[in-house]
């Protein structure tokens, strides 16, 4: 199971990379020529520096021992079921996983505010995201009353205000405007929020990849809120923009530790590398598992379609590429949902899991394109008012998928 979230992340990565180099140069050129004004506007991009460029090394022993000076609990190994028993909340109640997606983060953010709209929204004793979904997890974990942040998180931002087309020594794309968005939303007063949740036992986890330990590493961010200073509130944002941060697309996150007495620099970034959605450690799922996962519902909001589409693939390596790794991230995708929905029967907790419906086809233009959120972000937001966004049952998950021939 490790070596497939290891496969799924990769689809993941490599898919956004080429679905970036497949965009038509005349869908690309407006995103261009709307950063270059936003850069006259607020700041020119940050300069690199040799500087940046050197790390100081350290071991795999160290790796095992590092932790984040003066926040004991900051984080804890995604894959070790000990671990991660360190982070258990004590608030009892539903849990909420929201996976990666990308611009289709749009459709979890309405089913959100539908959701909350219909008044039957739960508090969750647990919220977990990973890639965009950390962008909304923190917010979700918050309650209703954020749910207009999300929105403009989704319906009023464009390919802009998320990166530059601009390559960079370790990237395709230079994600500052992200960065300075993160920056803006996340507030010390949104960390104060967290911290007073996180005090009552619910808990906010948001997971990234460490590069170094090819590990999955689930953070606890209630408890780097709990700090309060202006270093937790950089960590914070920190590891948002690091569990967004696609590989060869966006820079990796460096994160300050310590061990051994020695004090030395993690790279971090996508978290669905090794986690497309995450909920526990797979150990804790199987029957093998040393403990009951301490949850009787578990919401998934699944921001990406589950059956397969018909689609005519361009004869070229964009073109391939790209359709290649769509189809099979759509097959990594229902193989996790089987695995958790196999998990959740075992130990008989109730899963409702939420996905793009198969009838959703408004067009899309390129990356982030505001219309084609506008619309997702609808699209859920009507799901999640009917109350029929979230099934209690599998939907058809075979290689064959809905609308194909038997």
């Known amino acids: ?169 370790d990237s395709l794309v230079d994600y500052w405007p992200l960065k300075a968005l993160i920056e803006q939303r996340v507030t010390a007063k949104l960390l104060s929020e967290i911290a007073t949740e996180h005090a009552r036992g619910r808990r906010l986890f948001v997971v990234t990849t460490n590069l170094d330990a090819g590990r999955r590493v689930v953070w606890n961010m209630g408890a780097i809120a709990a700090r309060g200073d202006d270093k937790a509130l950089k960590l914070f944002r920190d590891i948002l923009l690091a569990s967004s941060s696609i590989p060869g697309f966006f820079s990796p996150v460096s994160v300050a530790v310590e061990a051994n007495g020695k004090k030395f620099e993690e790279m971090h970034n996508d978290g669905t590398i090794t986690a497309p959605f995450f909920v526990l450690p797979e150990t804790m799922f199987s029957a093998s598992g040393k403990s009951r996962p301490p949850l009787s519902q578990l919401y998934v909001i699944v921001n990406s379609k589950l059956s397969p589409e018909f689609g005519m693939t361009g004869r070229s390596i964009p073109g391939v590429l790209g359709r290649s790794i769509a189809v099979a991230l759509t097959a990594a995708l229902r193989t996790e949902v089987m695995l958790i929905n196999a998990g959740a029967q075992r130990h008989g907790i109730a899963l409702r899991i939420a996905h793009v419906d198969p009838t959703f086809n408004y067009p899309s233009r390129g990356l982030f394109d505001g219309r084609y959120m506008q619309a997702l972000y609808d699209f859920g937001l009507a799901a999640g008012k009917k109350g029929t966004a979230f099934e209690s049952t599998l939907p058809d998950l075979s290689l064959r998928g809905a609308g194909n021939p038997q």
């Open 1 to 169: 199971m490790p070596r497939f979230r290891v496969l799924t992340g990769f689809a993941i990565a490599l898919m956004i990379c080429a679905v970036s180099l497949s965009v038509p140069e005349l869908q690309w050129a407006p995103a261009h020529a709307q950063t270059k004004k936003k850069v006259e506007k607020k700041a020119a991009a940050p300069k690199e520096t040799a500087k940046e460029q050197v790390r100081a090394p350290f071991t795999a022993e160290d790796q095992d021992a590092a932790v984040v000076p003066g926040i004991p609990d900051a984080r804890a190994w995604g894959d070790s079921e000990t671990d991660f028993a360190r982070l258990l909340p004590q608030a009892s109640g539903p849990w909420l996983a929201i996976s990666g997606g990308g611009s289709d983060g749009a459709y979890g953010g309405g089913v959100l505010a539908g959701w909350s709209e219909s008044g039957t929204r739960p508090e969750f004793a647990v919220v977990t995201g990973v890639s965009i979904g950390s962008l909304v997890a923190p917010f979700a974990f918050l309650g209703s009353r954020y749910d207009e942040e999300i929105r403009k998180n989704f319906t009023t931002v464009g390919a802009a205000d998320i990166f530059e087309d601009r390559v960079t020594r």
